[in-house]
């Protein structure tokens, strides 16, 4: 079966630069995605990993190591609008499309 | 222009009443789907359709019925609902990536 990891909860300062770790075990392995949801909002899309190295996306990267089973999410610049919680999610390798398996994801909280 | 849209937002309602959301996409993806997302924001998937096709069914009661009359619709029922069944239900869509495009949620409140 699939399973994530990922540290609950996440507390930085606005500008810094806030790391945040997901490990898996899947039987078979198509890649990491990232999903960021807002209190009271839905997941929203904001990275996806199938090969190892970093991803760059503005202020947000994603990394991925298949060897180690690992990836991370890295936040540049922090903002206030960047509390959330984020999700990391791989796919399930039933049927033709597969569904996502999410980690139970990481409270960020960003001080000013 | 949403992409993915979800009726009603909010649902309050009695044990044992039955109730639908409904789910509408025009984004043109083929597959959609229905995750629950309880109290402490575990998203879990409970179903997925390819073309207006059951694909996955994971373990969900069988007061759960899902209902795609088009691939651009995919509209959840419940029957005899349950003080468990309190939690927030998104609809979501995709193509073959693994991009997910989530409607707003539907937030069940079950009295």
């Known amino acids: 079966g699939q399973s994530l990891e990922q540290p609950s909860e996440v507390t930085a300062v606005e500008g810094a630069i806030v790391q945040i770790n997901c490990t898996y075990q899947?039987?078979?392995?198509?890649?990491l995605s990232w999903y960021q949801q807002h209190d009271g909002g839905a997941p929203t899309f904001l990275s996806y990993?199938?090969?190892?190295g970093l991803e760059e996306t503005g202020r947000f990267s994603s990394f991925l190591s298949r060897s180690d089973s690992y990836g991370y999410l890295l936040l540049q610049e922090l903002q206030m609008k960047d509390s959330a919680s984020y999700f990391c999610a791989v796919r399930d390798n039933r049927g033709s499309q597969g569904n996502l398996i999410f980690g139970k994801g990481t409270k960020l909280s960003v001080k000013p | 222009d949403t992409a993915v849209s979800q009726t009603p937002k909010y649902l309050v309602t009695q044990m044992g009443n039955d109730k639908s959301i409904k789910c509408e996409q025009n984004l043109g993806h083929d597959t959609m789907y229905w995750y629950k997302q309880d109290s402490k924001k575990f998203l879990k998937i409970m179903f997925s359709?390819?073309?207006?096709?059951?694909?996955i069914n994971e373990t969900v009661p069988n007061r759960f019925s899902p209902k795609s009359p088009d691939k651009a619709h995919l509209n959840l029922h419940i029957n005899s609902l349950e003080l468990g069944d309190s939690a927030v239900y998104f609809c979501?869509?995709?193509?073959?990536?693994?991009?997910?495009?989530f409607g707003p949620g539907t937030r069940l409140t079950v009295l």
């Open positions: 979501a869509s995709s193509t073959l990536t693994d991009t997910q495009y």
């Open positions: 899947t039987s078979g392995f198509y890649g």
């Open positions: 990993n199938a090969l190892d």
């Open positions: 359709y390819n073309n207006k096709e059951l694909i």
